[in-house]
């Protein structure tokens, strides 16, 4: 499995972006599928899921700002981010786990809970 992420880059403050992570070999549509950030000296940590049925979880510090979709047929997962701030500021990096249809809330936002990993992209927000 590869995982091939894009659409970061420079934004000011209360600007868009939109993260794009396409998943190589077979559909992976039912399982479930992240993204986190990290910043600079901090922990990689949980931004948002989507599982089967379009289920989807976000971080506290992103809900109401952030929107996490896939498309299916293109076997691609979206994180639509629109009213960035400079804190959002990290490298964001797309996984999934191939196992799991179903997660927990403490399985999909640990690092741990994926098996694979995409390459990251970086999102810089100016003030």
């Known amino acids: 499995v590869q995982l091939q992420a894009s659409g970061g880059g420079l934004v000011q403050a209360g600007g868009s972006l939109r993260l794009s992570c396409t998943a190589s070999?077979?559909?992976?549509?039912?399982?479930?599928m992240g993204w986190f950030r990290q910043a600079p000296g901090k922990e990689r940590e949980f931004v948002a899921a989507?599982?089967?049925?379009?289920?989807?979880y976000y971080d506290d510090s992103v809900k109401g700002r952030f929107t996490i979709s896939r498309d299916n047929a293109k076997n691609t997962v979206y994180l639509q981010m629109n009213s960035l701030k400079p804190e959002d500021t990290a490298v964001y990096y797309c996984?999934?786990?191939?196992?799991?249809?179903?997660?927990?809330?403490?399985?999909?936002?640990?690092?741990?809970?994926?098996?694979?990993w995409g390459q990251g992209t970086q999102v810089t927000v100016s003030s």
């Open positions: 070999g077979r559909a992976y549509s039912r399982y479930v």
């Open positions: 996984a999934l786990n191939p196992r799991l249809t179903t997660p927990t809330i403490a399985t999909m936002t640990r690092p741990g809970g994926y098996d694979y």
């Open positions: 989507v599982w089967s049925g379009g289920s989807t």
